[in-house]
């Protein structure tokens, strides 16, 4: 049943495998048919049992190695379909095997499965999609040079220590209060100024809580955690020595990214570790996650396992042609994810990194492929999407849809379900127009700060299922938004072809980098504006890591190959910086001081009950005459009522004309307005933290161009 047990030639990164006293005479660990649940690599007492699933299968092997490094097996396990298959599943127990083996898979299946034949599979070896831990490379066999044709070898699981957690009941986790944090969990902290002990990695952003903790964010959304390949990338960027950075090629979605750790056999511990300690900050975890394609890509691409698992039900094949993929998210395939098959693998890994790692939301990437049937189609009701909200785990969390795909759907406002928030990306492109200057939008734009009920509240969504940005990881840097207005994508290595041609971006007099003072004034005021618009508007405001601190990418609008200092902070501050961090602190403190900044429904314009002031009021530059309709106009102001009785009310005007202009303030009893913010003003009259002195106006005041200020009643 076995064959020969290979001689090792490495080292275990333990020491020596020393067989388990269930061994057998020969070294070999002893088997039994095993458990066809859970799926993946599961420790227990007495050994490990291995399961996973593959419909087309004759016959499978479990390869068995030392350490990732290891050249040979050290044993191969032979499952058949008496002993080690149930259903579509294949499962074995291998008793007293050691933590921290490596381990693939074979599959041989039936004639005219080109992929499966006895020559195929015995070259190629298959990664578990359920594996805890992975290798971090591809890893070539040596007698088996060619086993793939697009030029990747085997990835190999790791048995990884069960995390040894409580169960507790899972809390019902909202975004009412949130202010996210988009960041990248390698760029962080990679940077030789970053100072930590383990650099790029879970350990090292640890070290960098005290900063999001000062900074005020809530939640941090990180780019990619999930293993993913590292080599996905055009051959072009490829010759230049580039990787995948952003970590949008997911191939194992149950472990954390291994370089992201710095034991990779303690991949889940070091990531549970990792939220653990945000956990006591009070910041909570939000994960980008990628479920709607996988890293084996084309026909072309590599095959690490779907393709021979269950090729024809984890991915949309065209039906004109099998040999080829359906392609809605431009990166070769398509996951056919309202299949039964892939719907269950999806919930059961998300319920994994909620009870198990106690992640507190997801952020799904190109989510409208959810709505997809299995030829490509429109469903009217997509079963994926709320059997999600259905989950008794998945409920308890917020769920945060990319709104739109590569094939031409956008649901933004409309995605299928009840709960799902959406990236707001009409929020994202009304702003960026009005900082830039156009005319004639201030309705759009009122509409905007006001929550987006336009697309939330006739299907009874609230303010909170807006997620509002002016920047994220994938486009320009706040900085560059300002410094820049063509795409300066040339160190990709596609000639400036790719990434987006119209960004609403307004460099303010120059391209890139300059010494004009005048100029350099205007893109902090620019910066300061975004910024103050985003977290004075009503929904959850979203910022780009770096933002706060003007970082540059020198342009680039698609750095998702960049893996060096254009795409990582740099922990050397200048002046600039070190103002524009603390005018970024202090917006966040007084949104978090107003909770009519934070409203759970949408505005009236009316009085809530027991208050004497309409929730808000809108005014042109005359009191009362918002100029929706002008087409001409770029000043509007509001004035909002204190959520509570006893909260100040706040006045905010936004003037992005080339000149000032004096307006009226409401008039009020027995109290003044304090200006505490002005984006015109420099560091740091800019804004007025809480507690300290500012000067009281009545009647008229000015509002210099291109600014925002904000009043408070006292």
């Given at each position: 049943?076995?064959?020969?047990?290979?001689?090792?030639?490495?080292?275990?990164?333990?020491?020596?495998?020393?067989?388990?006293?269930?061994?057998?005479?020969?070294?070999?660990?002893?088997?039994?048919?095993?458990?066809?649940?859970?799926?993946?690599?599961?420790?227990?007492?007495?050994?490990?049992?291995?399961?996973?699933?593959?419909?087309?299968?004759?016959?499978?092997?479990?390869?068995?190695?030392?350490?990732?490094?290891?050249?040979?097996?050290?044993?191969?396990?032979?499952?058949?379909?008496?002993?080690?298959?149930?259903?579509?599943?294949?499962?074995?127990?291998?008793?007293?095997?050691?933590?921290?083996?490596?381990?693939?898979?074979?599959?041989?299946?039936?004639?005219?499965?080109?992929?499966?034949?006895?020559?195929?599979?015995?070259?190629?070896?298959?990664?578990?999609?359920?594996?805890?831990?992975?290798?971090?490379?591809?890893?070539?066999?040596?007698?088996?040079?060619?086993?793939?044709?697009?030029?990747?070898?085997?990835?190999?699981?790791?048995?990884?220590?069960?995390?040894?957690?409580?169960?507790?009941?899972?809390?019902?986790?909202?975004?009412?209060?949130?202010?996210?944090?988009?960041?990248?969990?390698?760029?962080?902290?990679?940077?030789?100024?970053?100072?930590?002990?383990?650099?790029?990695?879970?350990?090292?952003?640890?070290?960098?809580?005290?900063?999001?903790?000062?900074?005020?964010?809530?939640?941090?959304?990180?780019?990619?955690?999930?293993?993913?390949?590292?080599?996905?990338?055009?051959?072009?960027?490829?010759?230049?020595?580039?990787?995948?950075?952003?970590?949008?090629?997911?191939?194992?979605?149950?472990?954390?990214?291994?370089?992201?750790?710095?034991?990779?056999?303690?991949?889940?511990?070091?990531?549970?570790?990792?939220?653990?300690?945000?956990?006591?900050?009070?910041?909570?975890?939000?994960?980008?996650?990628?479920?709607?394609?996988?890293?084996?890509?084309?026909?072309?691409?590599?095959?690490?396992?779907?393709?021979?698992?269950?090729?024809?039900?984890?991915?949309?094949?065209?039906?004109?042609?099998?040999?080829?993929?359906?392609?809605?998210?431009?990166?070769?395939?398509?996951?056919?994810?309202?299949?039964?098959?892939?719907?269950?693998?999806?919930?059961?890994?998300?319920?994994?990194?909620?009870?198990?790692?106690?992640?507190?939301?997801?952020?799904?990437?190109?989510?409208?492929?959810?709505?997809?049937?299995?030829?490509?189609?429109?469903?009217?009701?997509?079963?994926?999407?709320?059997?999600?909200?259905?989950?008794?785990?998945?409920?308890?969390?917020?769920?945060?849809?990319?709104?739109?795909?590569?094939?031409?759907?956008?649901?933004?406002?409309?995605?299928?379900?009840?709960?799902?928030?959406?990236?707001?990306?009409?929020?994202?492109?009304?702003?960026?127009?009005?900082?830039?200057?156009?005319?004639?939008?201030?309705?759009?734009?009122?509409?905007?700060?006001?929550?987006?009920?336009?697309?939330?509240?006739?299907?009874?969504?609230?303010?909170?299922?807006?997620?509002?940005?002016?920047?994220?990881?994938?486009?320009?840097?706040?900085?560059?938004?300002?410094?820049?207005?063509?795409?300066?994508?040339?160190?990709?290595?596609?000639?400036?072809?790719?990434?987006?041609?119209?960004?609403?971006?307004?460099?303010?007099?120059?391209?890139?980098?300059?010494?004009?003072?005048?100029?350099?004034?205007?893109?902090?005021?620019?910066?300061?504006?975004?910024?103050?618009?985003?977290?004075?508007?009503?929904?959850?405001?979203?910022?780009?890591?770096?933002?706060?601190?003007?970082?540059?990418?020198?342009?680039?609008?698609?750095?998702?190959?960049?893996?060096?200092?254009?795409?990582?902070?740099?922990?050397?501050?200048?002046?600039?910086?070190?103002?524009?961090?603390?005018?970024?602190?202090?917006?966040?403190?007084?949104?978090?001081?107003?909770?009519?900044?934070?409203?759970?429904?949408?505005?009236?314009?009316?009085?809530?009950?027991?208050?004497?002031?309409?929730?808000?009021?809108?005014?042109?530059?005359?009191?009362?005459?918002?100029?929706?309709?002008?087409?001409?106009?770029?000043?509007?102001?509001?004035?909002?009522?204190?959520?509570?009785?006893?909260?100040?009310?706040?006045?905010?005007a936004f003037n992005m004309n080339d000149d000032a202009r004096e307006i009226a303030l409401p008039v009020l009893d027995n109290r003044s307005w304090r200006r505490i913010v002005n984006t015109a003003a420099e560091s740091p009259q800019d804004i007025v933290p809480d507690g300290e002195t500012a000067s009281a106006e009545r009647g008229a005041c000015r509002v210099e161009a291109r600014s925002v200020v904000v009043f408070e009643s006292r």
């Open positions: 049943m076995f064959p020969q047990r290979t001689h090792l030639q490495d080292a275990s990164p333990w020491g020596s495998i020393v067989p388990g006293p269930e061994a057998n005479a020969e070294g070999r660990y002893r088997t039994r048919p095993g458990s066809r649940f859970p799926l993946g690599a599961t420790v227990s007492p007495g050994g490990v049992n291995f399961c996973v699933f593959c419909r087309r299968a004759t016959r499978v092997e479990l390869l068995l190695y030392a350490s990732e490094e290891s050249a040979e097996p050290f044993q191969i396990v032979g499952l058949t379909r008496d002993a080690n298959r149930t259903y579509l599943f294949w499962h074995v127990f291998v008793e007293e095997l050691p933590l921290r083996c490596c381990y693939t898979w074979r599959a041989y299946g039936p004639l005219g499965v080109p992929q499966m034949s006895d020559d195929a599979a015995s070259r190629k070896e298959l990664l578990d999609p359920h594996a805890r831990g992975v290798s971090d490379r591809f890893y070539h066999r040596h007698h088996a040079a060619d086993a793939n044709a697009a030029g990747h070898a085997s990835l190999r699981g790791i048995v990884t220590e069960p995390l040894d957690r409580p169960d507790e009941d899972i809390e019902i986790r909202t975004l009412d209060d949130a202010i996210i944090y988009e960041l990248h969990v390698g760029g962080f902290t990679r940077h030789p100024s970053s100072g930590v002990r383990h650099p790029g990695t879970f350990a090292g952003l640890i070290e960098k809580i005290p900063y999001l903790k000062a900074l005020g964010v809530t939640h941090v959304e990180l780019l990619p955690v999930m293993a993913f390949d590292e080599q996905d990338i055009p051959a072009f960027a490829a010759d230049l020595g580039l990787r995948n950075y952003w970590g949008y090629s997911t191939h194992s979605f149950y472990s954390p990214h291994p370089r992201y750790c710095v034991e990779r056999s303690r991949a889940p511990q070091e990531f549970r570790e990792f939220v653990d300690a945000l956990h006591a900050a009070g910041i909570r975890v939000l994960l980008d996650v990628v479920f709607n394609h996988t890293s084996e890509a084309g026909k072309n691409g590599p095959v690490i396992h779907f393709k021979v698992f269950a090729d024809e039900a984890f991915y949309q094949i065209d039906s004109n042609d099998a040999r080829h993929y359906r392609d809605y998210t431009g990166c070769g395939n398509t996951l056919n994810c309202n299949h039964p098959l892939v719907s269950a693998f999806i919930m059961r890994c998300l319920e994994y990194w909620v009870r198990e790692l106690d992640v507190d939301g997801f952020r799904f990437d190109l989510a409208s492929v959810f709505a997809r049937g299995e030829h490509g189609e429109l469903l009217s009701t997509p079963p994926l999407p709320w059997a999600m909200e259905a989950s008794p785990v998945l409920a308890c969390v917020p769920l945060i849809a990319e709104a739109w795909d590569a094939g031409g759907l956008y649901h933004v406002g409309s995605f299928p379900g009840m709960t799902w928030s959406e990236w707001n990306g009409r929020y994202r492109d009304v702003i960026r127009r009005f900082v830039r200057g156009d005319p004639g939008i201030i309705g759009d734009v009122c509409t905007c700060i006001a929550g987006s009920a336009d697309l939330y509240q006739d299907d009874d969504r609230l303010p909170s299922n807006s997620i509002n940005f002016v920047t994220c990881h994938d486009g320009f840097t706040l900085r560059d938004l300002v410094s820049y207005e063509a795409k300066h994508n040339e160190a990709n290595g596609e000639q400036n072809r790719d990434g987006n041609n119209d960004n609403l971006s307004w460099n303010c007099g120059a391209e890139g980098e300059t010494d004009d003072p005048a100029i350099i004034g205007m893109r902090l005021r620019q910066a300061r504006n975004f910024l103050a618009i985003l977290l004075l508007s009503q929904g959850v405001p979203m910022l780009l890591a770096g933002d706060e601190i003007l970082r540059t990418q020198r342009g680039n609008n698609n750095a998702f190959c960049q893996d060096n200092a254009l795409s990582w902070i740099d922990w050397q501050l200048s002046d600039d910086a070190r103002d524009m961090l603390r005018f970024v602190r202090e917006m966040i403190a007084l949104r978090k001081r107003h909770a009519s900044l934070r409203r759970r429904r949408f505005l009236t314009g009316q009085p809530a009950s027991g208050q004497t002031h309409p929730d808000v009021a809108w005014h042109g530059e005359r009191l009362d005459a918002p100029a929706w309709h002008d087409q001409n106009a770029r000043f509007v102001a509001l004035t909002l009522a204190g959520h509570a009785a006893d909260e100040p009310m706040l006045h905010i």
